[in-house]
């Protein structure tokens, strides 16, 4: 498993999920390291809200099952709607998505600065889907809005994570989702 360590040292870390196939491999390693996470679910984006909610369950599951904590944040699609007004019919990896990752690590780094946590990263890091550079620009953006707060930029493609991440999608039988969340690339997927 791939050695990791907090840019600060710190071993209690917020950790942004947008689901449990992409959560589960990184909290493996993450406890593997010595690195305790706490589960924030931040996912407005996701549509339609059924979609959501089987997505959130799936994650609770994962996490309660590692004797985790996991934060649910609130589901408020339209304001998610509202902010990407105009970016409808961007490319995946556009500037819709850019929007969107700085949207959700803001909040997350509004959480971690609000509860303690020095350090939070983010799952989105996983996913071969995603531009790794915009999620880490995100991260950056969400740190410098909240002083005290670090953005650890991890790429969790690597070191095996993404081959445990399947063997343990059919382990725990996830729901694993087609589309990565919202209605655009619902449509575009």
Known sequence: MLPVTTPNGDNHVLLHSCCAPCSSAIIECMLMNG???TVFYCNPNIYPREEYEIRK???????????????DADYDHQQWLDCMCGLENEPERGSRCLKCFVLRLTET???ASEHGFTVFTTTLASSRWKNLEQINEAGRQAAARYPGTVFWEQNWRKGGLQ???NQLLKEYAFYNQL????EFSMRKG
């Open 35 to 37: 690195i305790r996470p």
């Open 57 to 71: 369950n799936e994650a609770i599951r994962f996490v309660t099952a590692q004797g985790l904590d996991f934060v």
């Open 109 to 111: 780094a509004r959480y």
């Open 163 to 165: 081959d445990r991440r």
């Open 179 to 182: 589309y990565c969340g919202c």
